[in-house]
């Protein structure tokens, strides 16, 4: 189930949200197989109502299974906005949907959640990436599919003028 705030509960008084909500609800496709989303998002939320806008402040904290983009070590990565202000506008060209009273905050949590996805999980700052594999001889099984440099596709290349 979606996060929402009802309006008309806002009328009267603050609404304070706190919770678990499930990953699913998120509707995040990382599109990055070094990223998968890990247990339910936390957050602890305040809702308030404005003239014409909702402002809800807060915390989220959602936790990552990474892989290190050098050694492909599994990573945990927390996502923590701390503190997280959202303005939603109700009126006007920018207006968020109601429906039934209601104000999804799932979208807006979406988005700055996925503007916090790191571009490469990495382990440490100065991980050095996979051990060095031992170089074999040249025509050895470890040079398999290399081209040489001297073969004559290369030399045939190196003629070209740009």
Same mark, same amino acid.
Not at 73 to 93: A, R
Not at 97 to 122: A, G, K, M, S, Y
Not at 135 to 154: D, F, L, V, Y
């Given at each position: 189930?979606?996060?929402?705030? $009802? !309006?008309?509960?806002?009328?009267?008084? @603050?609404?304070?949200l706190?919770?678990?909500?499930?990953?699913?609800?998120?509707?995040?496709? =990382?599109?990055?197989?070094?990223? #998968? &989303?890990?247990?339910?998002?936390?957050y $602890?939320?305040?809702?308030?109502?404005?003239?014409?806008?909702?402002?809800?402040?807060?915390?989220? #904290?959602?936790?990552?299974? /990474?892989? /290190?983009?050098?050694?492909?070590?599994?990573?945990?990565?927390q996502?923590?906005?701390?503190?997280?202000?959202?303005h939603?506008p &109700?009126?006007?060209?920018?207006?968020?949907?109601?429906?039934n009273? /209601?104000?999804? !905050?799932? *979208?807006?949590?979406?988005?700055?959640?996925?503007?916090?996805? =790191?571009?490469? *999980? &990495?382990?440490?700052?100065?991980?050095?990436?996979? +051990?060095a594999?031992?170089?074999?001889? +040249?025509?050895?099984?470890?040079?398999?599919?290399q =081209?040489?440099?001297?073969?004559?596709?290369?030399? @045939?290349?190196?003629? !070209?003028?740009?």
């Amino acid at each position: 189930m979606p996060l929402k705030v $009802n !309006l008309r509960h806002l009328e009267a008084h @603050e609404a304070r949200l706190a919770g678990e909500l499930p990953v699913g609800e998120l509707d995040i496709d =990382p599109r990055d197989e070094a990223i #998968r &989303l890990g247990p339910p998002l936390e957050y $602890n939320l305040e809702a308030q109502m404005l003239e014409d806008s909702l402002l809800v402040e807060g915390s989220l #904290r959602l936790e990552l299974q /990474c892989d /290190c983009v050098r050694c492909l070590k599994p990573v945990q990565y927390q996502i923590e906005l701390d503190p997280w202000t959202c303005h939603l506008p &109700l009126k006007g060209e920018e207006a968020v949907p109601v429906i039934n009273d /209601c104000v999804d !905050l799932t *979208p807006p949590i979406r988005e700055d959640i996925l503007l916090e996805f =790191p571009q490469h *999980p &990495l382990c440490k700052a100065d991980c050095q990436g996979l +051990p060095a594999m031992k170089q074999g001889k +040249p025509g050895n099984a470890s040079s398999i599919g290399q =081209p040489k440099m001297g073969s004559p596709a290369w030399v @045939e290349l190196n003629k !070209l003028k740009f």
